[in-house]
């Protein structure tokens, strides 16, 4: 499909702004500014790289949807990575409720059989090697500290704007980060930078822009729908 032209220097009101009064395909601007952010958030969950990608074209599609209603409280980054986490969280209630159910049949083969998948499909579609230690490290950090390392270490959020998104105090942020160094710190340096983990290329981010954009194609709508 054709895209526009992502080296147009719009600010982020400006592009709803247009948006709003009727050039959609400016959305794509925001998906591309925002891909990175929502990715990291969604394999910060723990979430496998697919299931990511599914979760982050819910959440544009939410904020297309509700794009008359953002007020700009806040900026757009902190209000769609909200939007993220929200969509993160009930999935999860989602998968506890399925595994309940699951529970009931043979744990072990289920167990050997859903790992593997995740296994091959992460060795499939990673474009840089993570280093097992820093993985495993990383996925037994307790979610509020990992959350709160995401935000601030790997997407750059302020503390301000960290607070604002996880609804806790800025105290409360430095506390947490400062934790989750301490838990991580030694595995991380021996490794790689920050910014290394849970890299987005940007083939994925032309594939997010393509989802997205299809998905809102002749909605438009929508706007005026929430």
Same mark, same amino acid.
């Given at each position: 499909?054709?895209?526009?032209?992502?080296?147009?220097q719009f600010t982020d009101a400006?592009?709803?702004?247009?948006?709003?009064?009727?050039?959609?395909?400016?959305?794509?601007?925001?998906?591309?500014?925002?891909?990175?952010?929502? $990715?990291?958030?969604?394999?910060?969950?723990?979430?496998?790289?697919?299931?990511?990608?599914?979760?982050?074209?819910d959440t544009f599609i939410d904020? $297309?949807?509700?794009?008359?209603?953002?007020?700009?409280?806040?900026?757009?980054?902190?209000?769609?990575?909200?939007?993220?986490?929200?969509?993160?969280?009930?999935?999860?209630?989602?998968?506890?409720?399925?595994?309940?159910?699951?529970?009931?049949?043979?744990?072990?083969?289920?167990s050997g059989f859903s790992n593997?998948?995740?296994?091959?499909?992460?060795?499939?579609?990673?474009?840089?090697?993570?280093?097992?230690?820093?993985?495993?490290?990383?996925?037994?950090?307790?979610?509020?500290?990992?959350?709160?390392?995401?935000?601030?270490?790997?997407?750059?959020?302020?503390?301000?704007?960290?607070?604002?998104?996880?609804?806790?105090?800025?105290?409360?942020?430095?506390?947490?980060?400062?934790?989750?160094?301490?838990?991580?710190?030694?595995?991380?340096?021996?490794?790689?930078?920050?910014?290394?983990? $849970?890299?987005?290329?940007?083939?994925?981010?032309?594939?997010?822009?393509?989802?997205?954009?299809?998905?809102?194609?002749?909605?438009?709508?929508?706007?005026?729908?929430?």
């Open positions: 499909m054709n895209h526009v032209k992502t080296n147009v400006e592009v709803i702004q247009k948006i709003l009064a009727g050039e959609t395909a400016l959305f794509e601007l925001l998906v591309r500014r925002y891909n990175p952010y929502l $990715y990291k958030t969604g394999r910060t969950y723990n979430y496998n790289h697919e299931d990511t990608q599914d979760l982050m074209q904020a $297309y949807a509700s794009l008359s209603k953002f007020e700009g409280r806040s900026s757009v980054k902190t209000w769609i990575i909200k939007i993220m986490l929200n969509n993160c969280f009930r999935k999860r209630q989602k998968l506890s409720y399925k595994n309940e159910i699951a529970n009931e049949m043979d744990e072990r083969s289920i593997q998948m995740k296994t091959d499909a992460d060795k499939t579609i990673q474009n840089r090697e993570l280093n097992i230690i820093i993985a495993n490290a990383l996925e037994r950090l307790p979610l509020d500290f990992r959350m709160v390392f995401s935000l601030r270490e790997l997407n750059g959020m302020s503390i301000t704007e960290t607070a604002d998104i996880l609804s806790i105090s800025e105290t409360n942020v430095k506390v947490r980060l400062n934790r989750a160094k301490s838990m991580l710190r030694k595995e991380i340096e021996r490794y790689y930078s920050a910014q290394d983990i $849970y890299e987005f290329n940007l083939v994925y981010c032309d594939r997010i822009v393509d989802r997205v954009m299809k998905s809102l194609k002749g909605n438009s709508d929508k706007l005026n729908q929430r």
